[in-house]
């Protein structure tokens, strides 16, 4: 079982539509979230990122994290073709004050159409 | 451009080839990251320096692998004898490590292709 776990998709949603991404982990120590938004032959760009458990909007985006459930979410509020994407997760556990390695999901991939 | 930058963007070899990829972190970070990525999957750890000490290797990075960051700057990341199972998008990615969030900014990869 890999650390996270992220369903590929594809999720395919009209424009203006509210889209829900999630991912399950299984490494309690996991205290920083974070999710990156991937186009197509491009590097990963930092969307959000949390710390432990709550919420956090950005604009439309907006992050949870229930570390009880182990389960972070990503929504995506009047969706628009330019968000059409692959959307990472990723996490990283907390070593004293510094943090190493991030652990990515596999990505799911977003299409909003017009 | 403040970003961090990856070189080359592109690079075809035969296998059984060396190559060698170039990063420049943006300029006041002073951790720098490797991660592979293949197709369909997210990216995977390879390793990471603070300034010009490797702090941390995944048991991804063969012996074939070897990482460099010698002034704490630039960094480059060899392949020895290339394999096909080496193709792969390898990503740079930069952090300041001196505030409490560790924020990693990625650059846009180096896409190989190993025939």
């Known amino acids: 079982q890999k650390e996270v776990e992220q369903d590929p998709g594809p999720l395919s949603v009209p424009e203006g539509a509210i889209v829900s991404l999630n991912c399950t982990y299984s490494?309690?120590?996991?205290?920083?979230f974070m999710w990156y938004r991937q186009y197509s032959r491009k590097g990963p760009e930092l969307l959000m990122y949390t710390y432990s458990s709550g919420n956090k909007e950005d604009g439309r985006f907006t992050a949870q994290v229930d570390k009880s459930s182990k389960y972070i979410s990503l929504f995506i509020r009047d969706s628009q073709p330019s968000d059409s994407a692959t959307y990472l997760c990723?996490?990283?556990?907390?070593?004293?004050?510094?943090?190493?390695?991030?652990?990515f999901g596999r990505g799911t991939q977003l299409t909003v159409w017009p | 451009d403040t970003g961090v930058s990856q070189n080359p963007r592109h690079k075809i070899t035969k296998r059984g080839q060396n190559v060698t990829f170039r990063c420049d972190p943006i300029?006041?970070?002073?951790?720098l990251y490797w991660y592979r990525q293949t197709l369909g999957q997210g990216p995977e750890f390879l390793t990471y320096?603070?300034?010009?000490?490797?702090?941390?290797k995944s048991r991804l990075l063969s012996d074939r692998f070897s990482a460099e960051r010698p002034k704490g700057s630039f960094s480059t990341l060899e392949i020895q004898r290339t394999e096909q199972g080496d193709s792969a998008m390898y990503l740079c990615?930069?952090?300041?490590?001196?505030?409490?969030?560790?924020?990693?900014?990625f650059g846009p990869g180096t896409r190989l292709t190993v025939l």
């Open positions: 320096f603070q300034n010009e000490a490797q702090l941390e």
């Open positions: 490494n309690s120590a996991f205290q920083y």
């Open positions: 990615a930069s952090s300041f490590a001196g505030t409490r969030i560790h924020t990693q900014y």
């Open positions: 990723a996490m990283s556990d907390e070593r004293g004050s510094t943090l190493g390695r991030l652990y």
């Open positions: 300029s006041e970070h002073n951790r």
